[in-house]
C-alpha cells in the first residue's frame, strides 16, 4: 500500500518542489514564446509586450481618433514604477492630460471612477490609476483590439512580432 508523501524522505520532497517549480516557469515561458511567434496575437496583452505591436496598435487606435486610450495606459505604466518623488508630478500630468474633463485627451470614464481620482490627486499611491487603468484596458480589450485584429494594421504587429 502507498503510505504518501509523509513516506518520502525530505530531500526527495525538495527536489520534487525545485522540479516543480522549474517546469512551471519552462511551461509559462514556452507559452509567452508561442504568442510571440509571430503567428497570432492572441491577447492585448502580448501585443502591448510588443514594441512594434504596440506601435501599430497606436497607429490602428490613431485612425480610429481613440489613441488616448493607449497613452492613459502607457502613462499609468510608467506612473506604477515611478519613485515616490515622481509619484506627485506624474499624478497631475495624467490627470491633466487624461482626466479632467477639459483634458487634450480625455479618456472615457465613468463619472465614478473620474471622482475618485479627484479625490486622491493629492496624495498619490502606487496603485492610484489601477482602476482607470483597468477600465480602459477592458475598453480597449472588448472595443478596440476585436477591430484591429480585422485590420491591416495587424499584419504588420505580426509581422513586428
Excluded at 68 to 84: G, H, I, K, P, T
Excluded at 97 to 126: G, H, K, Y
Aim: with cysteine.
Amino acid at each position: 500500500m502507498c503510505k504518501g508523501l509523509s513516506s518520502l524522505p525530505s530531500s526527495c520532497l525538495e527536489k520534487a518542489k525545485v522540479m516543480r517549480v522549474k517546469l512551471s516557469h519552462l511551461a509559462e515561458t514556452h507559452h509567452k514564446q508561442k504568442g510571440q511567434d509571430g503567428k497570432a496575437l492572441q491577447d492585448l496583452e502580448t501585443l502591448l509586450n510588443s514594441k512594434g505591436g504596440r506601435q501599430a496598435f497606436r497607429d490602428f487606435l490613431r485612425s480610429e481618433f481613440s489613441e488616448e486610450n493607449l497613452e492613459f495606459w502607457l502613462a499609468c505604466e510608467d506612473y506604477r514604477v515611478a519613485s515616490l518623488n515622481m509619484q506627485k508630478t506624474k499624478s497631475s500630468s495624467i490627470y491633466s492630460q487624461f482626466i479632467n474633463p477639459d483634458a487634450p485627451q480625455e479618456v472615457n470614464l465613468d463619472a465614478e471612477t473620474r471622482e475618485a481620482l479627484l479625490s486622491v490627486t493629492d496624495f498619490p499611491s502606487a496603485d492610484t490609476f489601477n482602476d482607470a487603468q483597468q477600465r480602459i484596458y477592458n475598453l480597449m480589450a472588448k472595443d478596440s483590439f476585436p477591430r484591429f485584429l480585422r485590420s491591416p494594421q495587424c499584419m504588420e504587429a505580426i509581422k513586428a512580432l
